[in-house]
């Protein structure tokens, strides 16, 4: 295989790798939390499993339809302040706001209530998402044109995003420690303002010190004009189309699609196995077992899981590592039928190592494989769309991650799960550990058989480089 030494030009200071990796915290926290604070819905406000799944699905649908919208909007902005870094901004306020609000709700109020107020805000909340995430993935894939060090941008993000899922599921532990709140949903309307301020404060600092790309040829964007609105509709369009017709892109959104989807639809069953199985529904007993399952979980991520990816991807190219790594995360899976066990409650750690290959290694490499599609894409079509490529990956990702909520609630409903008793049954505890286990290991396998003949090597990626430089020229930050 060959490799190619990194030009010096082509190496993003330390410091903004920090500043884009505040913004993927904050980009990270915000799912972190929600995965936590959904549980609150469920356990402590009696909701039904179906209607809390349709909160999580019915929002994501329509983040998905507005991420492309975004991405033109982004690729196409001429602004003093640049193409991402507006948006960036604005938007993390917009969610850091609405985050707050959406988690205002009381017991007192029905159940009907609540669930089309937690809506209605949420709608508000993903639209904030939307103007925030979209630009800053866009503006990751542009921040350097190399193989490597788009992978390792990409590694020093996802680490700073791991710290999220660090702390998220200690969210768990205060929202229900009686020594801090008198009820679960008062925890969960207090946290949430902390959480959302911070949310705002990290999501500003890529706005405020990260570079962007200045584009190789500005005339071939659009004017964002009410007047151009159906010229731009129509080429709005067509860019979906050119999007979605380069196969190596596809490739990674499948697979994508499937990890990802595999991952969020059995993601709450930890709480519920641990709460319910390890400990028979004893919230107390259980404590901070489900907090640091999430935490170790995490940190196994950022300190094994993506720097071995990063070198693995560096030796053997991209492709290869998330083969390795999916293969690594099924044994994982496989390992949590030993692992979850009532008389020692310390084996849930055991496939934790294995597990962490799935989502580190997911989007440390898939993210650095879409900047190399960018630039394929613009070798055949002329232009530079990076949030545009961003926005319909993400929107793969998000509706993966909508059926995954409603498929969440589904498989709770039909293995028997009672919200209103602390002691399941038997039967209902073995259908949702095998729900757990054997749903990520299909999609897993239906990933890799997507990915297999994905087709961009190193070698293919700085042939695309040497045409696109003698084409247009370098690109300048």
Known sequence: MTHYNTAKEDIVPFGQKLAFGSGHLANQLFPAALGVFMVVLVMSLGMDPILAGLLGALP?????????????????????WGRRKPYILVGSVISGLAFMIMWQLNPEDSEIYNFIYFLVVSIFFYIGYTIFATPLIGLGYEMTTDYNERTRLMAVSQFM????????????????????????????????????????????????????????????MKNLSRKELAKNTKEFINGIKLTIQNKPFMKLCGSTFFIFNGFQTIAQFAFFIIVYYLFQGDKVAAGGWPAWFGTISAMATAFLVIPIVTKISENFGKKNAFIIAT??????????????????????????????????????????????????????????????????????????????????????????????????AAETLINLRLADILIPIFTAFLAIVIIWKYDITEQRAHEIREALIAKRGKVKH
């Open 327 to 424: 293969l690594l995360s099924v044994v994982g899976y496989a390992l949590k039928w030993w692992g979850f066990n009532p008389e020692y409650p310390w084996l849930m750690f055991m496939p934790i190592p294995f597990l962490s290959f799935g989502i580190g290694g997911l989007f440390t490499l898939m993210m650095s494989m879409t900047a190399d599609v960018c630039d394929l894409d613009e070798l055949n079509n002329g232009e530079r769309r990076e949030a545009t490529f961003g926005a319909i990956y993400w929107w793969m990702v998000k509706l993966g991650t909508a059926i995954a909520m409603l498929t969440s609630g589904v498989v709770l409903h039909y293995v028997g799960f009672d919200e209103s008793v602390d002691v399941q």
């Open 60 to 80: 994501r649908l329509l983040d998905a339809l507005t991420d492309p919208i975004m991405g033109f909007i982004s690729d196409n902005t001429k602004s003093k």
């Open 161 to 220: 995003g791991q710290i999220a899922w660090m702390i998220a599921p200690w969210f768990w532990v205060i929202i229900y420690n009686p020594a801090i709140f008198d009820s679960a949903p008062e925890g969960a309307r207090i946290l949430s303002i902390w959480v959302g301020a911070l949310c705002m404060i990290l999501g500003i600092l890529p706005a405020l010190f990260n570079q962007e790309m200045i584009v190789p040829d500005p005339d071939k």
